[in-house]
């Protein structure tokens, strides 16, 4: 009974720290979405975002390491516990303002609503206590092996995850055949849409694809926090039908903008160099900007909705 009790914190303090380290790596997994997940809170910008989802990434892992080792308990110990409770408070915010999508705590391994995950925590805190009395191994070398942990973690993270906007060869400069792209916006089914008539967005997606619900959701939130008409973005769909398209929005989680199922397959790819997402910015017709999901750039989008005004 004594050697059960003397190796329960120590047994405590393992699971709590392989809990971190797999909803690090699922968070890694599934980075785009939680990306997307911390900038729609807005809080900071997006490319604070990349640096910020990474670096709750590398936290984890660190403390997740920590709290598998027996050394410098007490800084582990107390830094895990600020980490839970810190997102706990955020998750209680979370539910109050009525936000009931999945917080990514697991990434897509695990979708929790933020009352589950505050559950969650609330176990993970209650296993802590529990941790709390695990007996410390004195080394000289602790500080520096932590030190060297989070280095290590923090170059994994950002080499194996590199943040898009570390990353230049992501550029769909010269993407769209402009000559294509006017014809489209001014022949049927577009022209009734009037998109050649002052700033308007058109959006080329395929409705099964990943990356282009993602996008989606990116325009959506930029939309939201930066203003801009509603009808004044089109949505393009390379075939699919209505009930794909349906399925398309709410799997983006994105505002439901007008959208046309383009009935010439093989014009919209030579439009786009069969390259989707593909997001034109356009004024009085003309392409002023292009864009797919990983180069978007906040500030010239903020602008386009202020100009728009």
């Known amino acids: ?11 405590a303090k393992a699971i709590v720290g392989i809990l971190f380290i797999i909803s690090a790596i699922a968070k890694i997994v599934g980075m785009d979405k939680f990306e997307l997940y911390i900038y729609s809170y807005h809080f900071f910008s997006l490319n604070f975002t990349f640096i910020m989802a990474r670096l709750a990434i590398i936290a984890e892992l660190v403390l997740g390491i920590g709290l598998l080792s027996m050394l410098l308990h007490k800084p582990v110990w107390w830094a ?43 176990a993970l805190l209650a296993i802590l206590a529990l941790a709390y009395p ?5 080394w000289r070398f602790a500080w520096p092996a ?28 010269g993407n769209i055949n402009t000559e294509i792209l006017d014809n489209i916006i001014n022949t049927p089914p577009l022209d009734t849409l009037k ?34 008409d509603n009808n004044n973005i089109t949505c393009v769909f390379l075939m699919g039908d209505d009930k794909s398209v349906d399925l398309f929005f709410n799997k983006s989680e994105s505002t439901r903008y007008p959208y046309i199922i383009y009935p010439d397959p093989s014009k919209l790819l030579a439009c786009v160099d069969g390259d989707f997402p593909t997001i034109a910015f356009l004024e009085d017709g003309t392409l002023v900007y292009q ?17 728009e005004e």
């Open 146 to 173: 932590l030190i060297a942990t989070g280095i290590a973690c923090g170059v994994t993270v950002f080499c194996v995850s590199p943040p898009d906007n570390f990353t230049p060869g992501y550029n769909r400069e």
């Open 195 to 228: 998109i050649n008539e002052g700033r308007q967005i058109v959006c080329f997606y395929t409705p099964g694809c990943q990356y282009c619900q993602m996008a989606a959701k990116k325009i959506s939130l930029m939309q939201h926090f930066y203003g801009g």
């Open 80 to 122: 895990s516990t600020l980490m839970t409770a810190g997102y706990t408070l955020f998750l209680i915010y979370a539910a109050l303002i009525g936000r009931n999508d999945s917080c990514h705590c697991f990434g897509e391994l695990v979708e929790m609503n933020p009352w589950q995950s505050i559950g969650k925590n609330i």
């Open 291 to 307: 864009t797919g999901f990983r180069d978007m750039h906040e500030d010239e989008i903020k602008e386009f909705f202020k100009n």
């Open 134 to 138: 695990a007996k410390n191994v004195k």
């Open 1 to 11: 009974m004594k050697k059960i009790k003397e190796a329960l914190p120590h047994i």
